[in-house]
């Protein structure tokens, strides 16, 4: 169907092709199952009134939570006067009674295995039971739980309460961690718990969206120019393209504006790149060190090996003023973990470390000394071991105006 779409399409781009299915399910038009039949091996995914008359190896009936299925009795909008009502109504709860017969038609799908699910949590504040009819089905007693209010806190803290580990004589594990881990940890460790430890889901960010589109941009632009290998602006903007989604954007107007500055980016760093006589040696070239206590792993975005050598880390954020660049470079402990990644593979530290911001085409250097190293590899291990201690408190600063737990972060409830 995308294939087919994508032909006819004037805009060949995810939101025209979703709005081109609403027409459809508008219309009355089933666009999921239409083009499947019954006997390909596919995940089916259809409502219970979809499925009636159908049979399959395989049935999950999913969200299973009491008040959804059964649903809770809403009353008619308008009711019917008795004088019109054809049929003579079974008595007892008749909502009830419909739900059951749908939830035995659902069942019934399944020819060798019937895989029934529930959720506790569906991300609210409410803990869901689940629907009487699985008790049923299951000859269960009915659930006994109260429903629960749950605040984002109490939710964490159930993560936290995992039983203990048996002492065994095992060795102590390994700890392992990326550079841009490292850099996590020590802006704010309460942060890295919520996203590295806990891994609570977030949303996509647009910025996310917008950095990895410029990145494979760039790791394909330069992995041409390492090989020698001609590649065009088109090619570049092509890239750009196909690596967008439309997602996390706070409008249609925004994304559009995103995507027109992305556009705009790349064609600037493209003119800028081909007057360049540096070309890269190394592009995303993963790396593995034991440094600071830990396996550290990271991946270089670019390394040039020319008359100087310089380790490039490419950011979308949006630094306009050299001065900016500079200090941020100063400041970059993945810069620093990147250095000694360096040294351990060449035998020696880089000439130059660079953080290139993209949008304006401006760079902050930095040229590292045994002194920066050294507080470098003294934030590192700092960070190992607020890792391994299991060290999280959390460090308020101005990054917390862009932090997606700023809701449920504590020290922002204090005072
Ligand atoms: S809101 Fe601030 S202090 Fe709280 S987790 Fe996020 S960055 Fe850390």
Redesign the pocket.
């Known amino acids: 169907m995308i294939k087919r779409f994508s032909q006819v399409a004037r805009y060949d781009r995810l939101h025209t092709f979703v709005s081109y299915l609403e027409s459809l399910r508008q219309a009355g038009e089933d666009p999921a199952g239409s083009d499947i039949s019954q006997d390909d091996n596919a995940v089916r995914v259809l409502t219970v009134h979809a499925a009636k008359g159908l049979e399959f190896e395989t049935v999950f009936l999913a969200g299973l939570e009491q008040e959804r299925f059964p649903a809770r009795n809403m009353p008619e909008r308008i009711e019917l006067p008795d004088d019109l009502v054809r049929d003579i109504l079974p008595s007892g709860d008749y909502h009830l009674q419909e739900e059951r017969r749908l939830f035995y038609v659902g069942m019934t799908r399944a020819k060798t295995e019937l895989i029934l699910t529930s959720a506790r949590n569906l991300g609210g504040r409410k803990s869901w039971k689940p629907s009487q009819f699985v008790l049923e089905a299951l000859d269960r007693p009915l659930a006994d739980e109260k429903t629960l209010k749950t605040s984002p806190l109490d939710s964490l803290k159930a993560f936290q309460n995992h039983p203990q580990p048996l002492e065994t004589n095992e060795p102590e594990r390994e700890t392992v961690l990326s550079a841009t881990a490292v850099e996590d940890y020590l802006?704010?460790?309460?942060?890295y718990?919520?996203s590295r430890v806990v891994k609570i889901p977030v949303l996509m960010h647009h910025t996310a969206v917008f950095g990895t589109a410029v990145h494979e941009s760039l790791k394909a632009y330069n992995a041409a120019r390492r090989d020698e290998k001609t590649f065009s602006m088109k090619q570049l903007l092509g890239i750009f393209e196909n690596s967008w989604k439309s997602e996390g954007f706070i409008s249609r107007e925004h994304e559009d504006r995103r995507y027109q500055e992305g556009l705009d980016m790349l064609r600037a760093h493209f003119k800028r790149e081909q007057k360049s006589k540096s070309r890269p040696s190394f592009v995303e070239q993963g790396f593995k060190m034991n440094a600071a206590g830990a396996r550290i792993i990271g991946r270089w975005d670019r390394i040039d090996l020319g008359k100087e050598s310089s380790v490039i880390d490419y950011k979308t954020s949006d630094v306009k003023d050299e001065k900016a660049a500079q200090a941020k470079a100063k400041d970059s402990r993945q810069l620093g973990l990147y250095a000694m990644a360096f040294e351990k593979k060449f035998g020696k530290l880089p000439d130059k470390l660079t953080l290139h911001f993209v949008k304006f085409g401006i760079e902050g250097t930095v040229r590292p000394t045994p002194r920066w190293m050294e507080g470098m590899l003294e934030d590192a291990e700092k960070a190992v071991r607020g890792v391994s201690q299991g060290n999280y408190d959390?460090?308020?600063?101005y990054?917390?105006?862009?932090?997606?737990?700023?809701k449920?972060?504590?020290?922002?409830r204090k005072g």
Request: aromatic content about 8%; some cysteine.
């Open positions: 802006r704010c460790p309460l942060r718990k919520f959390p460090n308020p600063s990054g917390c105006r862009t932090c997606p737990y700023e449920i972060c504590p020290a922002l």
